[in-house]
C-alpha cells in the first residue's frame, strides 16, 4: 500500500487548504481507518484527525476542532484534510496514515499499517 498526500503549500493566516491522500496498491481501501498527523521540527508527531472505514464516523484534535474537517471517497481512495482558518501554529509537515487494526477514529502512532511521505503547510503570520 502507498499513500500519496498533496496539496500542501504556503498560506497567510486565516486562509485554508485541501490535502488529499490517494491510497494505491491497496484491494479494499475502505478496510482501513485513515488518519491524519502532522510534525514539527524538535517535536513528536501529533494526531490531527481520524475517520472510520465507512467514513461515518470522525476524531479531530482538540487543537484543530472547529477548523479542519476528514472527509473520504472509497470509490476515489482518497482521504481528505479541510483546513481552515489556518493559524501560524498550524505550520508542519502533515502525513496521511492508514490502520487496518484500529478499531477507533483516534489512531495511536503504534496502530498505524502504512504512512504518506508528508506534505508541508506553511502558514504566514
Known amino acids: 500500500v502507498q499513500l500519496q498526500a498533496s496539496g500542501g503549500g504556503l498560506v497567510q493566516a486565516g486562509g485554508s487548504l485541501r490535502l488529499p491522500c490517494a491510497a494505491s496498491?491497496?484491494?479494499?481501501?475502505?478496510?482501513?481507518?485513515m488518519a491524519w498527523f502532522r510534525q514539527t521540527p524538535g517535536k513528536e508527531r501529533e494526531f490531527v484527525a481520524g475517520i472510520s472505514r465507512g467514513g461515518g464516523s470522525t476524531y479531530v484534535a482538540e487543537s484543530v476542532k472547529g477548523r479542519f474537517t476528514i472527509f473520504r471517497s472509497n470509490e476515489k481512495n482518497t482521504v481528505y484534510l479541510q483546513m481552515n482558518s489556518l493559524e501560524p501554529d498550524d505550520t508542519a509537515v502533515y502525513y496521511c496514515a492508514a490502520s487496518w487494526r484500529s478499531r477507533n477514529t483516534l489512531v495511536g502512532e503504534n496502530e498505524v499499517d502504512y504512512w504518506g511521505q508528508g506534505t508541508q503547510v506553511t502558514v504566514s503570520s
Open positions: 496498491g491497496v484491494s479494499s481501501f475502505r478496510n482501513y481507518v
